[in-house]
DNA sequence: CGCGAGTTTGATCACCATCAAAGCTTGTGG
DNA sequence: CCACAAGCTTTGATGGTGATCAAACTCGCG
């Protein structure tokens, strides 16, 4: 299931019906939007801190995360992105960037005008509660990320990240049954998790003993989700994602 | 300054007006929102877990939290909110509750309903943005946290927390110069830095050695700023105060 | 085949959790 | 107005999770 062939909002729109009936001619209004498409090696920064954008970043293929760093240099990544997602949507209202995003893997992105969001959300005000709603799903994953990072202990706090993963990829049609890619080395998952990347790797050692997950290059298999998810304490309400539409 | 003879909903539109021109007619709109003014004692849930709200809430004077519990039952809080702001705002859009809301001191809220609500973003396309924006501020205070939280040790979130608070409290005309009030115990402190409450009270005993701050009952003095700002590595650029209004 | 990025391992140490108990404050009722 | 109780703050002691430093190893890739 590779998303190459499809058009890069493609994704965007199918999560986005998941939890709203759009009508017809809605959802024309997004198939429609002007899109800029553009693919990025891993590591390459797309905003970055101070900027003030004009547009608007949809992950098309491929991982993003939005992270920030202290004045020592020392980095959290305070987001993860999977295709569908649009990681600065927040842009739109926020004049000055808070954060960097950059991508983690190779991606194929694009960029919507500002200009071209607002007029699309003018003339359909129920996208534009529909836009409103996604941010908001993101600060509620914060949200739940600041009790992960802050309330359990690096072993649990990955086997949530997990479990999070797994949902969220396959809310878009990504991932096998019990398996999904994940191309992300183990610093950047000790960055978002708030751990040294000794520690992280210590960590995944012990749940591939547990036999929680197992690894095949970038590859994730999860053998025995309950445990999963149990380890992890996972509770999907704040992804939000099985709810009756907006009004 | 007390707030005690104002309008319940009178902080809130000061802040916004603060980075948004209101038309007189949208003003007017906010100001006749319908709201149902009632106070509380501290510690008192006003909105848990799983809850589907139809109205949502305004704090007028005093503290509230936004918590979340581990299944073991520990806690975190996940922001902490002052005179002004829209505490659960995000229940206009996602129906059931992913966090849970309490006071903090004795409070008074206003709750407005999410119909009327809903009517006045309708009928004043321009306020919409503003509400969004003031979720996406607060989204934004939560990746703060997340990098404050993940990655500086305690004395320095502490001091983190204390350059923000003082922030935003001067931003709806609260606090005197180098002095506020924080009627919090050093618990929620420690559950809002995610320590335990014994370190917390040890890191306080040493930032007020350090002269960074000086405490006299509820009342919080900061006697250098650029110190406290130095030893919190604090930037208020995620805050957004000082923004050009959305368009 | 060799380079560089990423992973793994070992050893030491610091920050902070935890447990336990004693002082202190604040509000409430007698 | 005082006494009591409950909640909050403070202190001491011990131990664990995870940071840090250093170096070897693996693997994909040009």
Redesign the pocket.
């Known amino acids: 299931m590779t998303a190459g062939s499809l058009s890069p909002n493609t994704l965007m729109i199918l999560k986005l019906e998941s939890i709203f009936a759009f009508a017809d001619e809605e959802k024309q209004a997004l198939q429609n939007l002007p899109i800029q498409v553009t693919t990025l090696k891993a590591?390459r920064d797309i905003v970055r801190v101070g900027d003030r954008p004009s547009q608007c970043c949809l992950i098309h293929e491929g991982f993003s995360c939005v992270y920030k760093l202290t004045s020592e240099g020392k980095r959290q990544l305070v987001a993860l992105h999977v295709p569908g997602d649009i990681p600065d949507l927040q842009s739109l209202h926020l004049k000055t960037m808070d954060i960097s995003l950059a991508s983690i893997s190779p991606c194929t992105v694009g960029f919507i005008q500002h200009d071209d969001m607002r007029c699309v959300c003018e003339r359909y005000p129920r996208l534009t509660a529909v836009f409103w709603r996604e941010t908001l799903v993101h600060a509620s994953i914060h949200r739940e990320w600041l009790l992960n990072n802050g309330q359990r202990?690096?072993?649990s706090r990955m086997a949530h990240l997990f479990c999070e993963l797994l949902i969220r990829l396959k809310a878009v049609g990504l991932g096998e049954g019990d398996t999904f890619d994940l191309p992300i080395?183990?610093?950047e998952l000790a960055d978002a998790i708030?751990?040294?990347?000794?520690?992280m790797?210590?960590v995944?050692?012990a749940l591939r003993a547990d036999g929680l997950i197992q690894t095949k290059?970038k590859q994730v298999i999860v053998p025995d989700w309950e445990k999963l998810k149990e380890a992890g304490d996972f509770d999907p309400l704040y992804l939000h994602l099985e709810e009756a539409g907006a009004a």
Chains 1, 2 share one sequence.
């Open positions: 590591g202990e690096a072993y080395t183990q610093v708030g751990t040294s990347s000794v520690h790797n210590r995944l050692q290059g």
